[in-house]
């Protein structure tokens, strides 16, 4: 294989169990499993979660949730970031719950629904005033099951936003409960509140992703130890391609934009940013070879890139190195690989390409 990942079934549970673990008897866990499980294979992860007891999975649209139910998931499906006017059939023919973002969406809803409130995210959402919520939705003729908001800044221990948009929601709540109006669910808060304890946050259902793919982002400001550990999921890895050794002043990859300083042995990688190696690691990241650290040097081609391995043991084509995992000492995660390409872990996952094989592993 030029490219694959190994995704382990073993930490999805492990770290869906530590979530579990962590809300306890607080709240319900529902896993976000869109944009293919964060690149991880949603169907096959949904399927691990299903067999630890997972009520609830969200997705993104439509038609991610009409692949999970093709694929036999049973789970109650959320799907998040609204509907099309012409999927709205498929809400009922699959079983699929949908999330309504306006107020004039809730009196042709015919499926029990989630309504989002933009509690300050400025995105999806209804901003309407509470009285004017709660009015529109006692009169819409479909339940509503639940009500939902989503923070812009919930890392960020500096900002008072998160206050604001709990206060927003809190609000809203208030009123709903003074109309004798009760949603079962009610849900704020994806992995970030949920790992840094902000209790206040959960409601009583709570959406990881991030955590359930083994990751927490580090926050800004004074903010608290997270309370969840989890680990990464996915590795990736490639094939050797090529390896040549390299006259002092030789020029590598696109552009030239490396030179060598001194002899060196180069290895060309079956693998480059049409596989989700962000091009920005040209020159700039690295990947593990023979459990040590080696430097891409050069440009990051579509299909290829090129490391140093003049410091590593000897490799031969059709070894394979690790662009993102652990071998020995060396390990490199993709908040690492997100500093070095200046974006953030959450791209870099779901950067990795549909061609790259996924691999199962126990």
Sequence with gaps: MRSWVEVSRARIRENYRAVHALVGGTAEVMPVVKADAYRHGAVEISRVLETEGVRWLAVSNV??????????????ILVMADFLPEERPALEKFGLTPVVHSLDDVADVRVPYHLKIDS????LGTRAEPSEI???????????????????????????????????????????????????????????PVAYKRVEAWGNLVRPGHAIYGYVSPGRGP??????????????????????????????????????????????????????????????????????????????????????????????????????????????????????????????LCGIHARVKRIYID
């Design 63 to 76: 038609e991610e949730g009409i692949a999970l139910r093709e694929a036999g998931i049973a789970a109650r």
């Design 223 to 348: 903010i608290p130890a997270a309370s969840l550990k989890v680990r990464p999921a996915l590795a990736w890895k490639a094939t050797i391609l090529a390896v040549k050794d390299i006259e002092a002043g030789a020029l590598i990859g696109y552009g030239g934009i490396h030179r060598a300083t001194k002899p060196m042995r180069i290895a060309v990688l079956a693998a480059g940013y049409a596989d989700g190696i962000p091009h920005r690691m040209g020159n700039r990241g690295k990947v593990i070879a023979g459990g040590k650290l080696a430097p891409i040097v050069g440009a990051v081609s579509m299909d290829l890139t090129t490391i140093d391995i003049t410091s590593c043991r000897p490799m031969r084509v059709g070894d394979a190195v690790t662009l993102l995992g652990s071998e020995g000492e060396a390990s490199i995660d993709a908040q690492q690989i997100a500093r070095w390409a200046g974006t953030i872990s959450y791209s870099v």
């Design 134 to 192: 709660a009015r529109r939705v006692a009169a819409g003729a479909a339940k509503l099951e639940g009500l939902m908001t989503h923070f812009a800044s919930s890392a960020n221990y500096e900002s008072r936003q998160t206050e604001e948009q709990i206060a927003r929601f809190d609000a809203v709540i208030a009123e709903f409960r003074a109309c004798g109006m009760a949603p079962p669910y009610v849900h704020l808060s994806s992995t970030i």
């Design 120 to 123: 300050g995210m400025g995105r």
